[in-house]
T-cell receptor
Framework: AQSVTQLGSHVSVSEGALVLLRCNYS??????LFWYVQYPNQGLQLLLK??????LVKGINGFEAEFKKSETSFHLTKPSAHMSDAAEYFC???????????FGKGNQVVVIP | GAVVSQHPSWVICKSGTSVKIECRSL??????MFWYRQFPKQSLMLMAT?????????EQGVEKDKFLINHASLTLSTLTVTSAHPEDSSFYIC????????????FGNGTRLTVT
């Protein structure tokens, strides 16, 4: 079975500073990995995903993530935080594409002006 | 882009009554839909997977008779919470995709259910 670990439920970052959200996964097969963003009382929007190929994945809104198999990690970064980045972020893993995703507990990002 | 509409966005019901939540794909054929439940400050827990025209596949620990899922058309799936109790209060989210495992997954905006 797949699982995802996201540490630190709340992450505070100053506007303009680096955003770093950590995600570690476990999977018995090569994983598909995802980062989603959720704004209050809304569904999830896909930020980026890794399937195969290049391990550094670029997504929307300036986010990127790097798949590191040896570390079983898929950390999300953004060089410079913007106020609009305040939201909840979920890392997810699946075995077969967009099918039966397992989500982490999420990180609530607060951006400090 | 593809849109999934979930209705209602919030609902309050009395204990013992049933509530139906609709999930519609507005501009694509949703062969497969997923229903998730999200508790406050927690992650999304997959409840069931439904394929159009077939019975839903429920995750371990999810009561089939309590959470009735119908996916009778390529644009509509419904989740009915039967005989609701306060512990069923939660945020329910649907997602949908076409037939390919690699087709994009589109999420509804969720339904906040409160059972009094």
């Amino acid at each position: 079975a797949q699982s995802v670990t996201q540490l630190g439920s709340h992450v505070s970052v100053s506007e303009g500073a680096l955003v770093l959200l950590r995600c570690n996964y476990s999977s018995s097969v090569p994983p598909y990995l995802f980062w989603y963003v959720q704004y209050p009382n809304q569904g999830l929007q896909l930020l980026l995903k890794y399937t195969t190929g290049a391990t550094l994945v670029k997504g929307i809104n300036g986010f990127e993530a790097e798949f590191k198999k040896s570390e079983t990690s898929f950390h999300l970064t953004k060089p410079s935080a913007h106020m609009s980045d305040a939201a909840e972020y979920f890392c997810a893993v699946s075995r077969y594409g967009n099918n039966r995703l397992a989500f982490g507990k999420g990180n609530q990002v607060v951006v400090i002006p | 882009g593809a849109v999934v509409s979930q209705h209602p966005s919030w609902v309050i019901c009395k204990s013992g009554t049933s509530v139906k939540i609709e999930c519609r794909s507005l501009d694509f054929q949703a062969t497969t839909m997923f229903w998730y439940r999200q508790f406050p400050k927690q992650s999304l827990m997959l409840m069931a997977t439904s394929n159009e025209g077939s019975k839903a596949t429920y995750e371990q620990g999810v009561e089939k008779d309590k959470f009735l899922i119908n996916h009778a058309s390529l644009t509509l799936s419904t989740l009915t919470v039967t005989s609701a109790h306060p512990e069923d209060s939660s945020f329910y989210i649907c997602s949908a995709r076409t037939s390919s495992y690699n087709s994009p997954l589109h999420f509804g905006n969720g339904t906040r259910l409160t059972v009094t």
